[in-house]
């Protein structure tokens, strides 16, 4: 059974940094895409990153590129978000998912997520002074 479980939310001051985590098991192989979504309230989910089973493809949300860097250490069954120069619209549930899927180039490929069939729970982010 797949799981995945995120870390690493809580509150922060504008201009500050988080580092979010995903904790992934029951892949019986590391072929399989890792992506990061957020919704905030009162709007749909978007997606923020995708990295690939090898890291050959990285997609970012253009609202987040330059802030944000995915990453995978597919040795601990790991993926991670590091969070930097965050803004108050960053504020949202933030969530990981994953499947056996390549990250698509665009943002409307991923369809609001329809492309994962595994999450998380969810970790919140708020950006707040």
């Known amino acids: 059974q797949v799981q995945l479980v995120e870390s690493g939310g809580g509150l922060v001051q504008p201009g500050g940094s988080l580092r979010l985590s995903c904790a992934a098991s029951?892949?019986?192989?590391?072929?399989?895409?890792v992506a990061w979504f957020r919704q905030a309230p009162g709007k749909e989910r978007e997606v923020v990153a995708c990295?690939?089973?090898?890291?050959?493809?990285?997609y970012y949300a253009d609202s987040v590129k330059g802030r944000f860097t995915v990453s995978r250490d597919n040795a601990k069954n790991m993926a991670y978000l590091q969070m930097d120069s965050l803004k108050p619209e960053d504020t949202a549930v933030y969530y990981c998912?994953?499947?056996?899927?390549?990250?698509?180039?665009?943002?409307?490929?991923?369809?609001?997520?329809?492309?994962?069939?595994?999450w998380g729970q969810g970790t919140q982010v708020t950006v707040s002074s």
């Open positions: 998912a994953a499947d056996r899927v390549v990250c698509p180039s665009s943002a409307s490929y991923y369809n609001g997520g329809t492309l994962f069939d595994y």
């Open positions: 029951g892949f019986t192989e590391h072929y399989y895409g």
């Open positions: 990295i690939s089973s090898n890291e050959a493809n990285i």
